[in-house]
């Protein structure tokens, strides 16, 4: 069956430092592979997409690449600020139609 | 308007109430989604409406029941819930244009609390 897998522990950080959060995933081949932030009790918020043709994409000061030969995406934030302590949830898509497959996320903490 | 609003915010309900769900999007998207979060666990897809007519049902209990009245409401109608059914319930929406690569736009999403 497909399995996602994320970080399980917390990640924690100094701010000013690079956070890299990892996706790994099985027995899937996706399209495209999405990450999204999730605060407590909020929904998740979109980051980034990356197509399966792609190695790596950028946008401010995240970066996420993809290896579908290793199935792994990494997603970095560099000089990271408390403000970037969150969740972070990747997913792959489409499974069928438009539905997605989210990882069980990352909690990220910053100390400033 | 980039945004879903979804209410209430809070929901506390005895396990032979019925209540509703609401969600909302003016963005002009034409799928809508359902999703249900434990803590500490991923979002599961419940239901999805593809220009106003339910195209997945992820197996879901008949005691939920969606409803899409127009293209920009999206309603999950509760009956006889179970306590394992509290739970963060969140919606989503996309352009849902039949492409690949559909980003999801989240609403707040509606604490449930089953008692």
């Known amino acids: 069956s497909q399995k996602i897998e994320q970080n399980s522990e917390a990640l924690n950080i100094q701010e000013g430092k690079t956070a890299t959060l990892t996706c790994n995933y099985t027995?899937?081949?996706?399209?495209?592979l999405q990450w999204y932030r999730q605060d407590p009790g909020r929904g998740p918020v979109f980051l980034l997409l990356?197509?399966?043709?792609?190695k790596e994409k950028r946008k401010e000061r995240l970066k996420v690449t993809f290896d579908t030969t290793l199935k792994q995406s990494l997603f970095h934030i560099t000089a990271s600020q408390p403000a970037d302590s969150a969740t972070y949830l990747c997913?792959?898509?489409?499974?069928?139609?438009?539905?997605?497959?989210f990882g069980a996320g990352t909690i990220l903490r910053v100390k400033s | 308007d980039t945004e879903v609003t979804q209410t209430p915010k809070h929901l506390v309900m005895g396990m032979t109430n019925k209540k509703s769900l609401k969600c909302e999007q003016h963005?002009?998207?034409?799928?809508m989604y359902w999703y249900k979060q434990k803590a500490k666990k991923p979002p599961e897809l419940m239901f999805v409406?593809?220009?106003?007519?339910?195209?997945i049902n992820e197996s879901v209990p008949s005691r939920f029941s969606p409803e899409c009245p127009n293209s920009s409401l999206l309603n999950l109608h509760l009956h006889a819930l179970q306590p394992e059914d509290s739970a963060l319930y969140l919606c989503?929406?996309?352009?849902?244009?039949?492409?690949?690569?559909?980003?999801?736009?989240f609403g707040p999403g509606t604490r449930l609390l089953v008692l």
């Open positions: 989503a929406s996309s352009q849902g244009a039949g492409t690949v690569q559909e980003t999801q736009y």
């Open positions: 027995n899937y081949s996706p399209a495209y």
């Open positions: 990356i197509r399966e043709n792609e």
């Open positions: 997913a792959l898509g489409p499974e069928y139609g438009n539905k997605l497959v």
């Open positions: 963005m002009g998207h034409r799928a």
């Open positions: 409406y593809s220009y106003e007519k339910l195209s």
